[in-house]
């Protein structure tokens, strides 16, 4: 059974940064996408960054971009997400997720595109 399992988050001040740590195992196979997502409490789902693990540029959401990078283990089902300059609205519910496989090798922050989540990690930013 394919697991996913994130950790990292943490109390914040704005403009200060974190880093998430998401780790997957249970696969058949190593190349697959995974990704972030966050809940804000009152928002929907929000996706925040995907990137196929075989090899290739993540794809950030527009909320994050310049200020989260995604990145990779080659050859592994283990991804970072850093966050920087974190701002009091960046305050929620961050979840790993990751997917059956790629045919492409292109990985979207879609929610539906992911099989396994894990149970989330709370950031919390204070102003």
């Known amino acids: 059974q394919v697991q996913v399992a994130e950790s990292g988050g943490g109390s914040v001040e704005a403009g200060g940064s974190l880093r998430l740590s998401c780790e997957g195992s249970?696969?058949?196979?190593?190349?697959?996408?995974m990704a972030w997502f966050r809940q804000i409490p009152g928002k929907e789902r929000e996706g925040v960054a995907a990137?196929?693990?075989?090899?290739?540029?993540?794809q950030y959401s527009d909320s994050v971009k310049g200020r989260f990078t995604l990145s990779q283990v080659l050859g592994k089902n283990t991804v970072y997400l850093e966050m920087n300059d974190l701002k009091p609205e960046d305050t929620g519910m961050y979840f790993c997720?990751?997917?059956?496989?790629?045919?492409?090798?292109?990985?979207?922050?879609?929610?539906?595109?992911?099989?396994?989540w894990g149970q989330g990690t709370q950031v919390t930013v204070s102003s």
């Open positions: 249970g696969y058949l196979y190593l190349s697959n996408c």
């Open positions: 990137i196929y693990t075989g090899g290739g540029r993540p």
């Open positions: 997720a990751g997917s059956r496989g790629s045919d492409t090798g292109y990985c979207s922050i879609f929610a539906d595109e992911y099989a396994f």
